[in-house]
């Protein structure tokens, strides 16, 4: 059962119709505004999903039939990059927008200094590498294209696939030259496309598996072989074909192009991590039963790479057969409008544009000329890549499988792997290090494996590929320097890919980087944390602005140009004119640039108009930028350190002090509580006594209660005093101060207090200098102090002959009160304690005061302003002095 | 997990991608996938099939959980660094 080929046209034409409107519906709304769904996670995941072609569509049940599980390989690798290596993909994504790159030869050139050899050798190997991937789509789309038509010449057909491929292409992918290579359209038609492929393969799935009636029966007499493969499934050719695939979804050209340079948001990766493996879990799902049920049911000699469409077809299932045409032929074209649209920017930035630059003479520039030698030039790539595709698809003969063809791709652009990590992930990477490895892995990749898959008699003859040439066997194509027994893909992945490492790494060693390279090896292994300014190799003066102001209207147009210009120029300050040539500008305006020609063409375009100068300090400066960065920080982190540190010392101190007041106020109650256990002991105990008075005589009786009311007045005055000294130390006990004349205040308190020294035995002299003037006192304050000192000086008084002397004299300043007497003061050490609370004399057991008086004296003569001290005298006895100012003119006044 | 800083929540998030890459190869490369080698069906359909799309089906919830943490908490932050 076939259909039509009339049929099968007419279909293939509605349904690219349909993609094209969608593309430019989309690109029509997207000029004017923000789309939103064009830049969720899901569209972003469906265009990465272009990695499924019909290798995938028809190539994987192929494989599958022939190879058993090992077609599986190609997606597990990517499914372990994505869910495993998603930042590294995300760092690429970063870099690609800060450089504005434009393709996988514009990231790895402008990383080694935006060198063109480098992107005219990755341009080029990509070119190679892509030529056998697009005969693949070609050759699907023409044998599908015949198994459902039932047409014959397949030379023809796959001509005008190709001529058919590379208009639609053309008419798709270089409509514009955006800035940043983002086509909106064409996105949005693969992701459509992606819907349509995998529906299309879901439903032959689920037709088979319903069809053979579940799938234990599909794999009810299958034979071990089918599912493992004639050789060691698990063996190195597994571990290599794991490999190829994961490096593949990160370098191959269209999948750079989808996931890097069309990237709208690098959040959706995290998205598409998991849902992008989803995807391909579901395209591979019903791979194995299809191949099982091809191999069961298909007559012997049907090419297994076509199960998908004859299964259906071979059940009468026209629909069926012709959505599964469509579903291969919407993976053919997703991927080979991506690819040529990746190579052709790639070809047309860093081939064209570079041989285009010598002969652009300054003088006779029109605008957008160099717009549209670039479209131009990019519409010929493209031809010029389906062109190559064809050509290989005819020199093969076009009888490898799918697969076979796909992996020569793979391994192609693996290459790339070496640089492209190095690049982003070793400052110590180089140019040369990069031109080496990638020269001699390229040279061994087409040595070894892809002029070989041409088969025998194409490049290599028959005996050449036995032999070797000139008979030399080390030099055996598959088997090079005789490393015979392996897998011609294992021998040709692990002699490339292992001599482009080694050399990468080897030449970057062995030599040195120039300054832009270091520059731009900063600014991509550090994207995440340093925001270095461009490197500016530029000298220009105003002369030069309209030169660059006509050289961006040749590559952006006249408008944008303009517009740029405007922004430029407003950013700076100025409103009518053209923008100062300052170095952020110079810096804006090449990265503008780089968006549509790539950043070694820009950078070649400016330096042609401005002229280079050398790299200077400030730019060595940005080299040593992260160091410097680094040292900044450590710096920072050490103040704070010591900041900490010197709080941490403060808090201490502060905690030491709350500790010894803590204390004190323990002594101190504790103290308190003794000093009025004391009194209260022996008022209770004589109150007891005198509960039961018969038995007491009535003197003792009489004692008793004056002992008890002895005990009351001193605990009252204890407490008195305790009040005292608690307001006093609080700052609210009111002394007022009025002039008060202290010798009047001295002689009262003397004759006062000479009944006891009378009672004591104790002579009282009186020393008053002569005329002692007022001073702003408390009279009852004072008076208190000086009895409190006499009391103390009879009472401890010990001298066989005791004498107490009162003494006042005046200074410039003060006016001092002094009691001094003959019974040996107290010592130095005593000094130092005697004001504290409850601390007693060496004579106080004499007496029963609290220890209270001293402080409070001191408190009181402080709240007058003036002070109370021990003085030592030159014989080392010593005696106490109140002393008082003699007032200013404020106080004076105040009276 | 939303109680991380963003840096800390991403350096996670990176260093369980890690592990789970990881845990992927070794379950899917050799020797680690020698293990699945072995006769005989689940439910009519061979062992090596059933096993490896059940890894492949894991290693996708475990990225997907990693991912919704990262961008439940993330969303309006920088991505980065």
Not at chain 1, 91 to 116: C, H, N, W, Y
Not at chain 1, 252 to 268: G, I, K, S
Not at chain 1, 359 to 379: A, P, Q, W, Y
Not at chain 1, 658 to 674: C, E, G, I, N, W
């Amino acid at each position: 059962m076939t259909l039509s080929g009339d049929v099968l046209l007419f279909f293939c034409v509605l349904y690219v119709g349909a993609l094209f409107m969608i593309a430019f519906l989309v690109d029509s709304v997207a000029k004017r505004r923000r789309v939103r769904w064009l830049s969720s996670p899901v569209v972003y995941t469906l265009s990465i999903s272009v990695y499924c072609t019909s290798w995938t569509f028809y190539g994987a049940v192929g494989s599958a039939a022939r190879n058993g599980l090992e077609f599986i390989t190609i997606y597990l690798g990517p499914t372990l990059v994505f869910i495993g290596w998603w930042w590294l993909l995300r760092k690429l994504v970063r870099i690609g927008r800060e450089q504005r790159i434009t393709s996988i030869a514009d990231m790895i050139s402008s990383r080694f200094g935006k060198s063109p050899s480098i992107a005219v050798l990755v341009t080029s190997i990509a070119l190679v590498a892509t030529t056998p991937y697009i005969a693949l789509q070609l050759q699907s789309v023409t044998r599908s294209y015949e198994a459902v038509s039932g047409a014959g010449d397949s030379v023809s057909t796959a001509l005008w696939v190709a001529v058919g491929m590379a208009v639609f292409t053309i008419l798709f992918g270089t409509r514009s030259i955006d800035s940043n290579e983002r086509h909106y359209g064409v996105v949005a038609a693969i992701a459509v496309e992606a819907v349509v492929k995998f529906i299309a393969l879901v439903a032959v799935g689920l037709f088979v598996v319903f069809n053979a009636g579940g799938l234990g029966e599909i794999f009810s007499d299958v034979p071990e072989q089918v599912i493992y493969g004639a050789d060691e499934i698990f063996g190195p050719r597994w571990t290599v074909l794991m490999f190829l695939s994961a490096t593949a979804v990160i370098c191959l050209p269209r999948q750079f192009h989808v996931t890097v340079v069309e990237n709208a948001d690098e959040r959706n990766l995290a998205t598409a991590s998991w849902l992008f493996p989803l995807y391909l879990f579901g395209m591979c799902i019903f791979i194995v039963p299809i191949a099982v049920m091809g191999l069961k049911t298909m007559p012997a000699g049907a090419n297994p790479d076509l199960y998908v469409l004859t299964l259906p077809l071979a059940a009468g299932q026209s629909e069926l057969a012709l959505l599964a045409f469509l579903g291969g032929f919407s993976s053919a074209t997703s991927m080979v409008i991506v690819a040529a649209i990746a190579v052709s920017t790639m070809v047309s930035n860093h081939i064209v544009m570079p041989i285009a630059l010598r002969f652009m003479r300054r003088g006779n520039e029109v605008s957008d000329d160099v717009r549209e030698l670039l479209l131009t030039s990019r519409r010929v790539s493209i031809a010029v890549v389906l062109g190559l595709g064809y050509l290989y698809l005819q020199l093969s003969g076009g009888s490898g499988s799918l697969a076979a063809i796909g992996l020569v791709a793979f391994a192609g652009a693996a290459q790339f792997l070496p640089s492209l990590l190095g690049g982003i992930f070793w400052r110590g990477a180089n140019r040369h290090g990069a031109l080496a490895g990638l020269g001699i892995g390229v040279a061994l990749w087409a040595y070894t494996l892809l002029l070989p898959s041409l088969g025998p008699d194409v490049v290599f003859s028959s005996a050449t590929l036995q032999d070797g040439p000139w008979g030399i066997a080390a030099l055996r194509p598959e088997a090079l320097f005789g490393l015979t027994g392996l897998d011609p893909l294992v021998h040709a992945i692990v002699t490339s890919i292992g001599v482009n490492t080694l050399m990468f790494l080897v030449v970057s060693v062995l030599t040195e980087e120039s300054a832009l390279e270091r520059i731009q090896a900063v600014r991509f292994v550090d994207v995440f944390r340093t925001q270095t300014g461009d490197a500016v190799t530029f000298q220009a003066d105003s002369r030069d602005v309209e030169a660059l102001f006509v050289l961006a209207q040749r590559i952006m147009g006249r408008d944008a140009a303009t517009r740029l210009f405007e922004r430029l120029a407003r950013d700076q300050g100025r409103k009518e004119s053209l923008p100062e040539p300052t170095d952020l500008m110079l810096q804006r305006l090449e990265r503008e640039l780089a968006g549509s020609v790539g950043a070694a063409s820009a950078h070649a375009m400016i330096t042609q108009i401005t002229g280079q100068v050398p790299v200077g300090m400030s730019q060595l400066m940005n080299i040593a930028g992260e160091t410097q960065r680094l040292m900044e920080t450590s710096r920072a982190l050490r103040e704070k350190s010591a900041e900490l540190e010197e709080t941490a010392t403060q808090l201490r101190q502060a905690n030491e002090l709350l500790r010894t007041t803590d204390a004190r106020k323990d002594d101190f109650l504790s103290q308190v509580s003794h000093e009025l256990r004391t009194p209260m002991t022996s008022i209770r105990s004589f109150s007891e006594i005198l509960s039961e008075p018969a038995n007491i005589p009535p003197a003792e009786q009489k004692r008793f209660v004056g002992i008890i009311h002895e005990e009351s007045t001193r605990l009252t005055r204890l407490l008195d005093e305790i009040l005292d000294l608690s307001r006093l130390e609080a700052g609210n006990l009111e002394v007022p101060l009025v002039r008060t004349d202290v010798h009047a205040l001295a002689h009262d308190t003397v004759d006062t207090i000479s009944a006891l020294a009378a009672q004591k035995g104790v002579v009282l002299d009186r020393q008053f200098g002569a005329d002692t003037p007022a001073v702003p006192a408390n009279a009852d304050r004072l008076r208190q102090v000086l009895l409190n000192l006499l009391s103390n000086a009879i009472k401890y008084n010990q001298n066989a002959d005791p004498h107490v002397t009162v003494r006042t004299s005046s200074t410039e300043q003060w006016l001092h009160l002094d009691v001094i007497d003959n019974g040996g003061g107290v010592s130095q050490l005593e000094a130092r304690t005697i004001f504290e609370k409850f601390s007693r004399g060496d004579m106080a057991h004499l007496d029963q005061g609290a220890g209270l008086g001293l402080p409070i004296s001191r408190a009181l003569m402080q709240a007058m302003q003036g002070d109370l001290k021990v003085e030592f005298t030159e014989e080392e006895t010593s005696f106490f002095r109140a002393s008082l100012p003699l007032g200013n003119q404020a106080s004076q006044a105040a009276e | 997990m939303a109680a991380l800083p963003p840096s800390r929540l991403l350096l996670k998030a990176k260093e369980r991608s890690l592990v789970l890459l990881l845990c992927g190869a070794a379950l899917l490369l050799p020797p680690g996938a020698q293990l699945f080698h072995v006769e005989g069906k689940i439910g009519g359909i061979p062992v090596v099939l059933v096993v490896l799309f059940l890894i492949w089906a894991a290693l996708i919830v475990a990225a997907r959980q990693s991912a919704k943490a990262l961008s439940s908490s993330n969303r309006d932050e920088d991505f980065g660094p």
